[in-house]
């Protein structure tokens, strides 16, 4: 059974820094694109970061310059390395997985971890 969990959130001031990490069980992270995504009250959930399993990585705009997304293979964790935070980046944040094989294609989600941005 595929499990994702994500940690590392909390109540940090703005220009702190947080790093999220997100932990898999049940399959292999290093094969498989992984994204962070967040979602803020009253908004749609919103792709920040990608990951390849080449090590591609990809940014939505607002982010870029501030967060790094990487992976940890030998344990099967993806991490967000969030800095410089502001206010609207206050969401909970979740990890999601893309299984593709062959004509299967499946997304995991976590379960969120909340980032609150607040002095």
């Known amino acids: 059974q595929v499990q994702l969990v994500e940690s590392g959130g909390g109540l940090v001031q703005p220009g702190g820094s947080l790093r999220l990490s997100c932990v898999g069980s049940g399959i292999i992270f290093s094969r498989y694109i992984m994204d962070w995504y967040r979602q803020a009250p009253g908004n749609q959930r919103e792709l920040v970061a990608t990951i390849t399993p080449g090590g591609f990585t990809n940014y939505v705009d607002s982010v870029k310059g501030r967060f790094t997304i990487s992976r940890g293979n030998a344990n099967n964790t993806v991490y967000l390395q969030m800095n410089s935070l502001k206010p609207e980046d206050t969401a909970v944040y979740y990890c999601?997985?893309?299984?593709?094989?062959?004509?299967?294609?499946?997304?995991?989600w976590g379960q969120g971890t909340q980032v609150t941005v607040s002095s």
């Open positions: 999601k997985l893309r299984f593709e094989l062959g004509t299967i294609r499946k997304d995991y």
